[in-house]
């Protein structure tokens, strides 16, 4: 199974919001990832949880908070967003170590209001 | 700082046609270079993996080449589908990240 889900497909939230975003991944991979991606523009890395520690932050801004709760999901808690954070959220696992293939989910459509 | 750039952006071809996708890096000290397809407002699709040490892979009507001392990869379609029409991504693993080129946007016209 190299299935990587995400819920919700899609949200539209207010600035005042709090919602959060779920990625689950049962293949065994130590390593998760979310990424940004804005319309026709590569994916933008935000963070990097291996072995359930956070071991990349992008410089992200502190309204997204991730989690990494067990080694098969992955969170991400949006508070006081902005509409430029309009954008598909993605999530990716791996295996750790640098010969790693990236598995990516169908990501979230966010808008926000 | 690595950098990846993919040409062309757009490319347009008949049904049945074999195609070439370009993709080129900065820094030829990678680990290895992974080929994703993105069908429009959804998540990538891994089509293929080359580890640095390795020339190319294949897969269905797929081959992708790597030249690392260069700083180039290829996608080669073969007999292009309608069902081909995405955009093809490359990205770079230097290490703890994949670094992203721009895309191309395949159209294949029945």
């Known amino acids: 199974d190299t299935e990587v889900t995400q819920t919700p497909k899609h949200l539209v939230m207010g600035m005042t919001n709090k919602k959060s975003l779920k990625c689950e991944q049962h293949?065994?991979?130590?390593?998760m990832y979310w990424y940004k991606q804005k319309a026709k523009k590569p994916p933008e890395l935000m963070f990097v949880?291996?072995?359930?520690?956070?071991?990349i932050n992008e410089s992200v801004p502190s309204r997204f908070s991730p989690e990494c709760p067990n080694s098969s999901l992955l969170n991400l808690h949006l508070h006081a967003l902005q509409p430029e954070d309009s954008a598909l959220y993605l999530c990716?696992?791996?295996?750790?170590?640098?010969?790693?293939?990236?598995?990516f989910g169908p990501g979230t459509r966010l808008t926000v209001l | 700082k690595q950098e990846v750039t993919q040409i062309p952006a757009a490319l347009s071809v008949p049904e049945g046609e074999n195609l070439v996708l370009n993709c080129s890096f900065t820094?030829?000290?990678?680990?290895?270079l992974q080929w994703f397809r993105q069908d429009p407002g959804k998540g990538l699709t891994s089509l293929l993996l080359?580890?640095?040490?390795?020339r190319e892979q294949t897969s269905g009507r797929l081959n992708a080449s790597l030249d690392k001392s260069s700083g180039r990869s290829t996608l080669y379609i073969a007999a292009s589908q309608p069902g081909d029409s995405a955009t093809y991504l490359c990205?770079?693993?230097?290490?703890?990240?994949?670094?992203f080129g721009e895309g191309t946007q395949l159209t294949v016209n029945p």
């Open positions: 990716a696992s791996s295996q750790t170590g640098t010969l790693n293939e990236q598995f």
């Open positions: 293949m065994g991979h130590r390593a």
């Open positions: 949880y291996s072995y359930e520690k956070l071991s």
């Open positions: 820094d030829s000290a990678i680990y290895n």
């Open positions: 080359i580890q640095s040490s390795q």
């Open positions: 990205a770079v693993n230097s290490g703890s990240r994949l670094t």
